[in-house]
Every structure is written in structure tokens, then in C-alpha cells.
């Protein structure tokens, strides 16, 4: 139990379009998704904590209008990242946690995103 | 954001050995976990720690959550090839969702 999917797995797009990252929990309810960013030999760093049907609530520093998260249903959390630009290449990861469980987050596989 | 420091940031060992690890921050966290990342793959928890003091196995693995809740250590005893892969832990504190991850620690089995 306690899967998380993202798709894509990976993606390549030009400098300036929009990508769309979702991150679904397959067999529990979660109310809270995270959005982590991951650059290469680095550690994760949390973008966005996204609470079902509310707005998200984003890290110093990370731009809400550019990375667009929507957190519509218990299963299912998007992150848009508007105008790709090359400094955006990255490793996103997300995570959902079980209402049941405060402290344990369940990791999605990761999406590698190439911006050219 | 803060990031919590590990030690030793790589290490190169021979199958079959024994592997220690930790983790320190300057300020106190409730619970502490350990994840292991592959490449290219989200982390996968391995490991949770609730009490200062308390010491934890999951098979090969096991970690303490120190006294000073400031520090926490994983040991993986007869390391396998299957064990390669980056180490993270992870810090929290009772109220808030958010975790602060550390800097990671690499793994690599010599043949």
C-alpha cells in the first residue's frame, strides 16, 4: 500500500512553454501533497505544501506564478511550471501524506524535467 | 531553507563490510528518518524515530535518535550491493508537516 505515481517520468521541452507535472496517491486519500525540487548531487528542497481544495503555500524563495500547483481532489496534486526557462531543468519530486499518519510522507518516483 | 549537515558525505566500501552514518542539526527535531534514494527514484523510507534515545532496526539496519534530539545515527550492518544508493535524513518537528532534509550521504560497494 501506499503508492505514489507521477507522470511524466521525465519530460524535455523548449525554453518558454509550460509543463505539467501530476502527482497522484493510487490507494489512500491524502490530504496533504508536497512538491520537493532536487538538483543534481543535492539534496530535495521542499517548493510547496498543497492541502486538498485550498491554496498552496510555497517556501521563501519559490515563485507561486511560476510554479502553479493544484491540489483539486484527496488523490491527485499538479505542479505547472510556467515559461520553462533552462534553470529550471530539474529532479521534481512529490509526496502525499496519509491523514492517518502525521509524520510519514510517501515519496512519488520523480519527474526529471529538461528545459532547452 | 535549512538543511540538516551529514557526515560523511561519500563513502567507498567493500561488500560485506559495516557502514555508519549521521546526522546533525543545530536546532532540536521530534522525529528523525532516514530514507535511501536510488538514481533516478523518489526516496523510500527506511527507518523512524520518535523518542530522544531510542534505537530502531529493520533488518540489516538501525538507527538512534540521539539524547540531544539534535542528532541521529544509521549503521547498515554486511553491506550488499543492493545497498548502493544516497542516504538522506530527515528531520520534523511535532505540529509541522514539513520535513528538513540532510545533505545526503553516497554509498558505493567496491567489487
Known amino acids: 500500500g501506499a503508492v505514489v505515481s507521477q507522470h511524466p517520468s521525465w519530460v524535455i521541452c523548449k525554453s518558454g512553454t509550460s509543463v505539467k507535472i501530476e502527482c497522484r496517491s493510487l490507494d489512500f486519500q491524502a490530504t496533504t501533497m508536497f512538491w520537493y525540487r532536487q538538483f543534481p548531487k543535492q539534496s530535495l528542497m521542499l517548493m510547496a505544501t498543497s492541502n486538498e481544495g485550498s491554496k498552496a503555500t510555497y517556501e521563501q524563495g519559490v515563485e507561486k506564478d511560476k510554479f502553479l500547483i493544484n491540489h483539486a481532489s484527496l488523490t491527485l496534486s499538479t505542479l505547472t511550471v510556467t515559461s520553462a526557462h533552462p534553470e529550471d531543468s530539474s529532479f521534481y519530486i512529490c509526496?502525499?501524506?496519509?491523514?492517518?499518519?502525521?509524520?510519514?510522507?510517501?515519496f512519488g518516483p520523480g519527474t526529471r524535467l529538461l528545459v532547452l | 531553507g535549512q538543511q540538516l549537515n551529514q557526515s560523511p558525505q561519500s563513502m567507498f566500501i567493500q561488500e560485506g563490510e559495516d557502514v555508519s552514518m549521521n546526522c546533525t542539526s543545530s536546532?532540536?527535531?521530534?522525529?528523525w528518518l532516514w530514507y535511501k534514494q536510488d538514481p533516478g527514484e523518489g526516496p523510500v523510507l527506511l527507518i523512524a524515530l520518535y523518542k530522544a534515545g531510542e534505537l530502531t532496526s529493520n533488518g540489516r539496519l538501525t538507527a538512534q535518535f540521539g539524547i540531544t534530539r539534535k542528532d541521529s545515527f544509521l549503521n547498515i550492518s554486511a553491506s550488499i550491493p543492493s545497498d548502493v544508493g544516497i542516504y538522506f535524513c530527515?528531520?520534523?518537528?511535532?505540529?509541522?508537516?514539513?520535513?528538513?532534509f540532510g545533505t545526503g550521504t553516497r554509498l558505493t560497494i567496491i567489487p
Open positions: 509526496s502525499a501524506r496519509d491523514g492517518t499518519l502525521w509524520e510519514t510522507q510517501y
Open positions: 536546532s532540536i527535531f521530534n522525529t
Open positions: 530527515a528531520g520534523q518537528l511535532v505540529g509541522n508537516e514539513k520535513l528538513t
